[in-house]
């Protein structure tokens, strides 16, 4: 199989009609590639491949290192096709957030008027970081810790990404196996949370002093059992049931990543797609209901005073950055399998816009027969409007339940849920796995300890969850949920933009992504001037605006869960949470600047250069001879290659010629 720097290098040459011959050199006894370095390539400037047949002459005449080799890694993975990756980057994206949040977000907002600053945030922040992972894992071809090899100062963003994974796999299973627990109540007839369930006849009669719907009541005893709990310190015992549902999610998730990319790919073609024609059907049966039109209505009227509050775009903001998975690692590792050639910015485009889509045409399928419910019940529909697992199992199911055939509109909602849970969870095992596979390729080429190293770490997710589906389950599930993805993610996406930007070189990241775009239409090029303002300018800007938001609303409100308050150590707990994935930015960085020697500014300067492991592609380079720099070869020891080193091979060369 040839180089991806030949593959692309030979797209090139049949557009341009040129005749260019690009060689490597490799070094004996260790399999790296080596490319030698000019002062320019380093620190994110562009640079030279530099090829001639004296090096040539040098690797085949160099005498052999007393390195053992080690052994060869197996081919890295790829997608079966295009549409494999763009049906898992939308499933991995379209997810919960899209159905239980985005429409309450948008009639809380202002109606409509939330649409402006959601696309704002869209443009300026989702599509640029968005872009930015697909690049950096496509072009680098590995998972969020290898990957930054492009930047050794860095790598802590790649395990901060990697912490912030493992938490979210935690809890995110959890909502999968409620959808299980909700899927099997719904085969029965009638459905056990509606007013024709016998054991909910006392709720519907006594309408006066009830104070808990069949459905509230279902949710909070039957399935949570957060009566028996007084608190995050009385956990309770284990529901076993629940841990039933969690046991066969996490197999789900097993044998369905069993053979990594390879079958998760096909398993995406479905699970991608279903929640779409959920969505229509949803939307077409509510569209025959009456009420339907004042939920519409209550959904999309602009109140434009709303534009003035600063929670209204913090709220568009964190919805875009949380739906699109931005800095779990997992849209990185998903672009690692892609070709070299492969377009990223039109699938950020594509993949960006549809998620945005999908988010507000599931706001006509919620609200139409929320609409519904409310004109039954001769309410408001602000009073029966609800965000989160309250929306989803307490406020739809109940709507759901007035409909003719409600136990087939509850299994089709149901399935819905679990498609859409199951796709993001696919995205952020697959950060997981790539990053640990990355790490130790000896795991990649051996089935039988990938499959074990799979088992042990879905086992070692589903003990962990057990913690969440206990009595007080859903009190460790709130302050996971609230902390995981909260200020530590968007500092580690901080740094990432940051990073790459200055560190690494703006200008050398946009010649990346043109080398891998290979013929580059004109909008291509164009919109590079975009995004490169917003990775230098308007993204960190934003970020830091959305960072310093959070900070305040953590200082000022208390987390609750209804009408349970928090305690302080709890809260502290949480905190605890999200430094600790931050952290990590700052002990790698440590450790890496330790690592190199010289002056603190010499070690600083030496820790932001790229690895030579580095995968390199400058395509419109020259056969001209360069003057070598002193280099840094990845080994076991730190070797500097001077300018003798060379004129010593060469001399060696010809004496043997």
Known sequence: MKPLSEQCSEHLKKSAGEMQSEETKTAPGNGVTATRESPGQQNGIASSDVSSPVSQTRAEHQPPSSTPAPSAQPPREQWGGKYEFLLSCIGYCVGLGNVWRFPYLCYRNGGGVFLIPYFIMLFFTGMPLFLMELSLGQYGAAGPITVWKCCPLLKGIGIGMLCVSILVCLYYNVIIAWTFYYLGSSFQSPLPWSC????????????????????????????????????????????????????????????????????????????????????????????????????????????WVHLANAQVWNDAASQIFYSLGIGVGGLLSMASYNKFDNNVIR???????????????????????????????????????????????????????????????????????????VDTLFGNMEGICTAVLDEFPQL???????????????????????????????YWFTLIDSFSTSFGLIIITLFMCIGISFFYGVNQFCQDIVDMICRCPPWCTKLLFYFKACWVVFTPFLLTFILTYIFIEMYRTSLRYGN??????????????????CLQILIWAIVAVSKESGTLKD????????LNSWRVNNINTTSQEQHVEPQQVEGPFTVNLTEADFTAMNWEAISEA
Request: glycine share 10%.
């Open 196 to 303: 024709d369930a016998l054991q909910n006849i006392p709720f519907c009669r006594n309408k006066t002093n009830i104070t808990q719907s069949p459905s509230e009541v279902f949710w909070n005893e039957k399935v949570l059992g957060v009566v028996h709990s007084e608190g995050l310190h009385d956990p309770g015992p284990v529901r076993w049931p629940l841990a039933l549902c969690l046991l066969a999610a996490w197999v789900v998730i097993f044998l369905c990543m069993l053979k990594g990319i390879r079958s998760s790919g096909k398993v995406v073609y479905v699970t991608a797609t279903f929640p779409y024609f959920v969505l229509v059907v949803l939307i077409i049966r509510g569209a025959t209901l009456e009420g339907s039109l004042d939920g519409v209505a209550f959904y999309l009227t602009p109140n």
């Open 603 to 610: 070690r600083f300067k030496k820790s932001i250069r790229p």
């Open 347 to 421: 699938d950020t485009i594509i993949i960006t816009i549809g998620n945005c889509g999908t988010s507000f045409f599931a706001g006509f399928a919620i609200f139409s027969i929320l609409g519904h419910m409310a004109w039954r019940k001769g309410v408001p529909v602000g009073q029966v409007a609800d965000s989160g697992p309250g929306l989803a199992f307490v406020a739809y199911p109940e709507a759901l339940a007035l409909l003719p055939g409600s136990v087939f509109w509850s299994i089709l909602f149901f399935l819905m849920l679990f498609m859409l849970g």
């Open 564 to 581: 349970y308050v928090f305690p302080t150590w709890g809260k502290a707990l949480g905190v605890c949470m999200g430094a600790f994935c």
């Open 444 to 474: 990649r080429s051996n089935l039988k300890l990938k499959t074990l190293f799979l088992a042990l770490l879905c086992f070692a997710f589903y003990l962990m969850g057990l913690l969440l589906i206990t009595d007080g389950g859903i």
